[in-house]
């Protein structure tokens, strides 16, 4: 087992460099977004947490999206190295960016989930359209059985409901035209 000592030995020599380069990346990337935003917002009225203007929301996900950002910065350089054990680093002594395959499976269903809202929205109403979008994002899991995503989706249906058109009282359809 390596002693504390030699750890810091080892942290000496390999300097300021990150341990892992892909949350560096990210961070950096959320960090980006988040100015960039940030900077976007103050180009409308931010008002007050009683009264907010048109840049309150960008302005807050901003913030929150560049404090992720340093969050993934900082834990590039303080987590543990991603190579496993008994595997040697490469000589030049980075760890890489350590991207695995792609999994595209949630990558389709998800994507064909947005896309299924934003084409039938208007035509099904609220309550068809967030049912079915909620019903196809569920089997983006794997090994997701059918009844629980019939109960996701019939979940996160009435969880709409009751926040945008109980709650925050906007006059949504609930059915559309196609609907008759």
Not at 34 to 54: D, K, N, P, Q
Request: with cysteine.
């Amino acid at each position: 087992m390596a002693s504390p000592q030699n750890e810091v030995d080892a942290t000496a020599r390999r300097g300021l460099r990150p341990r892992s380069d892909a949350d560096l990346i990210a961070g950096l990337v959320f960090v980006a977004f988040g100015v960039a935003f940030g900077v976007a917002s103050l180009g409308y009225t931010i008002g007050s947490l009683r009264e907010m203007g048109s840049g309150y929301a960008p302005l807050l996900f901003a913030l929150v999206l560049t404090g992720l950002g340093i969050g993934a910065i900082v834990k590039a350089y303080v987590s543990p190295d991603t190579h496993h054990p008994g595997e040697l680093p490469p000589e030049d002594g980075s760890v890489g960016l350590g991207f695995e395959r792609v999994h595209w499976r949630p990558i389709v269903f998800v994507v064909a989930a947005l896309l299924f809202f934003a084409l039938t929205v208007d035509g099904l109403g609220l309550l068809p359209a967030t049912f079915g979008t909620s019903a196809i994002a569920a089997f983006a899991g794997k090994g997701m059985a059918p009844f629980r995503a019939l109960l996701i989706a019939v979940g996160l249906t009435v969880g709409c409901y009751v926040v945008f058109v109980l709650l925050l009282q906007l006059r949504l359809p609930l059915l559309g035209e196609w609907l008759g």
